[in-house]
């Protein structure tokens, strides 16, 4: 039941492709609690995704934008800024992309030049958002920027591949970031690391299914969907968390805590 936590509040969505995109989810429920919002993906992702019927859906207006291109990104926010009328008051970074995982090369056969472009496009460009609408001042005061990111950052998952480094860069931008942002126009900047999700990103990963039945029996309340971690955007983008910033935040139904679960377990003690 929306209870209008976004009333008045406008926003810029990045990363939605199709329906199962956490984005997607994103974008809905923030209109759903009276947010007004533009989307944006990469030029490619707006050829080849669904996005349009998304903005068609949400009177949302869609805007291409490189997200590594910093010419794109003012490009971006000015007419965001335009279609809104205004400054905005959240961003949503959900965007990542690994040529070495899409061409299925192991972590330790890497082409360099290709985790470079994953660094860029996963990590750097939240960076480049964060610091074109500092200059911009593109934000109002006690706006809220988020990425999305996962445990990888902070544990060892071999088939992750370089987008835990990817990870752990961005977590690290958020940070650095968070505190000159704060310190100057009271904006937070925070992360959220999302239990495995059934996207078209995520899917792509070797061995995904094992591991999201693995990380659902590990975790106390099972893992997060994209609908839940939708309304945990919502409630970071609304002024009910204005003083949370610089975190990295678990939503992951308690994976992050756990050493062993009794439903891991079972197998192993059944064959015994």
């Given at each position: 039941?929306p209870?209008?936590l976004?009333a008045g509040?406008?926003?810029i ?9 956490i ?16 989307l944006?993906?990469?030029p490619?992702a707006?050829?080849?995704?669904k996005?349009?019927?998304?903005g068609?859906?949400l009177n949302?207006?869609?805007?291409a ?7 794109d ?6 007419q ?14 959900s965007i ?7 061409k299925k090369?192991?972590y ?6 290709w985790?470079l472009?994953?660094?860029?496009i996963?990590?750097?460009?939240f960076h ?6 500092m ?8 706006g809220s920027?988020?990425a ?14 370089e987008?835990?480094e990817?990870?752990?860069l961005?977590?690290s931008?958020?940070?650095?970031f968070?505190?000159?942002y ?10 959220i690391?999302?239990?495995?999700t ?11 299914k094992?591991f ?5 029996k ?10 839940a971690?939708?309304?945990?955007c919502v409630?970071m983008f609304?002024?009910?968390t204005?003083?949370?910033t ?5 939503h992951?139904?308690?994976?992050s805590?756990?050493?062993?679960s ?9 064959s015994?």
């Open positions: 039941m209870n209008q976004l509040k406008k926003g969505i990045f990363g939605a492709l199709d329906d199962q995109s984005a997607w989810k994103v974008a809905e429920r923030c209109v759903e609690e009276g947010a007004q919002i533009t944006s993906n990469a490619v707006l050829r080849f995704g996005i349009q019927a998304l068609e859906k949302a207006p869609v805007i934008a490189d997200a590594t291109s910093v010419e990104i003012e490009n971006l926010l000015s965001s800024m335009e279609a809104l009328g205004g400054k905005v008051d959240f961003i949503l970074h990542g992309m690994s040529l070495n995982v899409r090369r192991e330790t056969d890497l082409k360099y030049e985790m472009k994953s660094l860029d996963s990590a750097i460009s480049k958002i964060l610091q074109t609408a200059k911009m001042d593109a934000v109002n005061d006690w920027m988020l999305l990111t996962y445990i990888a950052a902070q544990r060892t998952f071999p088939d992750y591949n987008m835990a990817a990870k752990s961005l977590e931008i958020a940070r650095s968070g505190y000159h704060g310190a100057q126009k009271n904006v937070r900047v925070n992360t690391s999302q239990s495995p059934f996207t078209t990103a995520g899917s792509g990963v070797k061995g995904f094992e999201f039945d693995y990380a659902d590990m975790s106390p309340l099972g893992n997060a969907s994209a609908e971690c939708a309304d945990y409630m609304s002024d009910l204005k003083y949370v610089m975190q990295n935040l678990f992951d139904g308690g994976f805590n756990m050493g062993m009794r439903e891991v377990l079972a197998p192993t003690e059944e015994e």
